[in-house]
């Protein structure tokens, strides 16, 4: 077995037994190499990624010789729950990705796949949402992806993409009323 794989599945085993609650990471020095496998395994497209890293931030103290970087401004100067669309713990952990990837220096090469977690973070905010204005909130998620995949923030998101989600929800939502 390679020295990678060896470390990558002993801080995976590590980060799995803290989950249970059977061990917690500060019963060891961190290596590089371990900190580097927490961070990618928080930052990952999956809803188990999310929950892992949610869970994380909810409980720092057992984390805090990983040394990261929790601060956050969330969606930067766009709405953090735009038309009360929660996407503010989804721009969070995207902020999370961004600031302890550069920290390591390997956010070149991880910032599509930071973006593409932020997005599926949205997504699955928006799937939590009644089908009638679901089209309003994934349209803003993907407003706010492509912010982020193309001018790296969020706060390229304009009044206008807020205004046509806004009325297609109103829409949505008039339509709904006369069926009902």
């Known amino acids: 077995m390679s020295r990678r794989l060896a470390t990558a599945l002993a801080a995976g085993t590590l980060v799995l037994l803290t989950l249970l609650g059977l061990a917690t990471p500060a019963t060891a020095a961190v290596s590089t190499q371990q900190k580097l496998s927490v961070l990618s395994s928080w930052t990952q497209t999956s809803a188990s990624s999310y929950n892992a890293w949610n869970s994380a931030r909810l409980n720092k103290a057992p984390w805090t010789e990983y040394g990261f970087d929790w601060s956050t401004d969330y969606c930067s100067s766009s709405p953090d729950n735009p038309l009360g669309f929660t996407f503010n713990l989804s721009c969070y952990r995207h902020d999370f990705g961004y600031r302890n990837h550069k920290a390591m220096g390997i956010f070149p090469?991880?910032?599509?796949?930071?973006?593409?977690?932020?997005?599926?973070d949205l997504k699955r905010v928006c799937a939590t949402y009644n089908s009638v204005v679901r089209p309003a909130c994934y349209s803003l998620a993907w407003t706010?992806?492509?912010a982020v995949s193309?001018?790296?923030s969020v706060a390229a998101v304009q009044q206008a993409d807020l205004d046509r989600a806004a009325r297609m929800k109103a829409d949505a939502e008039r339509r709904a009323a006369v069926r009902g």
């Open 109 to 120: 090469a991880n910032k599509s796949r930071l973006d593409s977690a932020f997005y599926a």
């Open 144 to 146: 706010y992806y492509q």
């Open 150 to 152: 193309i001018f790296g």
